[in-house]
């Protein structure tokens, strides 16, 4: 009996203990997850503070950067208004001038109307401008055509340069006095003095020849030198000066077209040291004349 009684003891006191220990187990188990629970609890704050500090950080600069481009949209909108009214006023003070403008104008007539409604102020201004131009140029080639053939038959005098001795009028009256004696047989003696170029042309008798002709230019020739020496006058080394021509003819010729037999030349210029003397109706070089006659008949057939 004492037996049975102590192990039913030893059983009550081992059952007693693994109660025991399973609910200190159980507390245990409850401890950590309450702990676990705060700690998640706590870094949930951490978290959410954090996420607190963030968002108020973004929204003061985002007020920062807002309360900056408004200052600077009112700077550029106070900067549009001032243009606005200074455009503005600039456009009043036009209009108050083309108003005034409008009302001194007269009312146009039935000529400047006509004038106005013209082919002219249709064009835009290049037409009007290239209508300018078109103008301009027939006027000139007009002005030039004209003046042309006003000096039809005339002979053109160019400019050259001024000669080292001048020949005076008085001088030149007595070259021709001097000639008109010294040639009685010549039918007319006509001096001329023209752009420093003293020109003599002798028309003789209609029966003379050419060698009558060379010596009526040589006995000119002499004359002149006595009252004008060729040294002076006709001659220069470093600058140009006078030249001088003594024509002869039998028939003097007219518009171009001569029956004369000859037309003798005496030609000196500053810079000859003699004078050279031909008839200008025979050809110094034959053949080349006949090659030149025999194209232009071949031209004009």
Not at 194 to 222: E, H
Request: charged share 30%; with cysteine; proline share 2%.
């Amino acid at each position: 009996m004492t037996t049975n009684r102590s192990v039913r003891s030893r059983k009550k006191d081992a059952n007693s203990k693994t109660v025991i220990d399973n609910k200190r187990a159980a507390k245990s188990s409850l401890i950590n997850k309450v702990n676990a629970e705060k700690e998640n609890v706590t870094s949930s704050r951490s978290s959410d503070s954090a996420k607190r500090s963030l968002q108020d950080k973004v929204n003061s600069e985002g007020k920062t950067r807002d309360n900056r481009d408004l200052n600077q949209i009112k700077g550029e909108a106070k900067k549009l208004s001032k243009d606005d009214t200074t455009i503005n006023s600039k456009n009043i003070k036009k209009d108050n001038k083309d108003d005034k403008k409008k009302k001194n104008k007269k009312p146009l007539s039935n000529r400047q109307s006509k004038f106005r409604n013209s082919f002219f102020f249709k064009l835009s201004k290049i037409g009007r401008i290239q209508l300018v131009i078109y103008c301009v140029g027939i006027l000139i080639f007009a002005i030039l055509f004209g003046r042309a053939m006003m000096n039809k038959g005339h002979v053109v005098l160019g400019s050259r340069q001024e000669a080292k001795v001048v020949i005076k009028n008085d001088e030149i009256e007595k070259v021709k006095t001097a000639l008109d004696a010294a040639l009685p047989s010549a039918e007319s003696v006509d001096v001329q003095y023209v752009a420093y170029r003293l020109v003599v042309v002798i028309d003789m008798p209609d029966s003379s020849d050419a060698a009558a002709g060379k010596k009526a230019n040589y006995a000119a020739y002499r004359e002149i030198n006595k009252i004008l020496p060729i040294k002076t006058y006709f001659s220069s080394e470093d600058t140009l000066n006078n030249d001088l021509f003594i024509y002869s003819s039998d028939v003097i010729p007219k518009d171009y077209e001569t029956n004369s037999k000859y037309i003798f030349q005496t030609y000196k210029n500053s810079k000859m040291a003699k004078p050279s003397s031909y008839n200008l109706l025979t050809p110094r070089d034959k053949k080349s004349a006949q090659e030149v006659l025999e194209t232009m008949d071949k031209a004009n057939s």
